[in-house]
């Protein structure tokens, strides 16, 4: 069983940065693809950026350029760095984690932690 832990959201203002991590627990987190979604109230989750057991990255247009996804197997943590922030970034970000040795995301999800991004 894998639990996964959002934490590093809050307020900041439009053009600012934060940082989000992600901790998860159980084995063998370097054989699992890792991902932020994001959820506005109303809206579907929406797959922002995602990372594979290989390193290989992938964005949603709405981020590239601005968002960088990162692991460290070390530390078991993926984290989310977010520069240029706009109000429409305010969502709730959760952190998903496949199946071991498969890409798939949405195996396990963390509780999610909330950005706000003010004018």
């Known amino acids: 069983q894998v639990q996964l832990v959002e934490s590093g959201g809050g307020l900041v203002q439009a053009g600012g940065s934060l940082r989000l991590s992600c901790a998860a627990s159980g084995n063998a987190f370097s054989r699992r693809a890792m991902g932020w979604y994001r959820q506005t109230p109303g809206a579907q989750r929406e797959l922002i950026a995602s990372i594979r057991t290989d390193d290989i990255t992938k964005y949603a247009e709405s981020v590239k350029g601005r968002f960088t996804i990162s692991r460290d197997n070390a530390k078991n943590t993926v984290y989310l760095q977010m520069n240029s922030l706009k109000r429409e970034d305010t969502a709730v970000y959760y952190c998903?984690?496949?199946?071991?040795?498969?890409?798939?995301?949405?195996?396990?999800w963390g509780q999610g932690t909330q950005v706000t991004v003010s004018p």
């Open positions: 998903s984690g496949s199946a071991i040795d498969i890409n798939i995301l949405g195996r396990y």
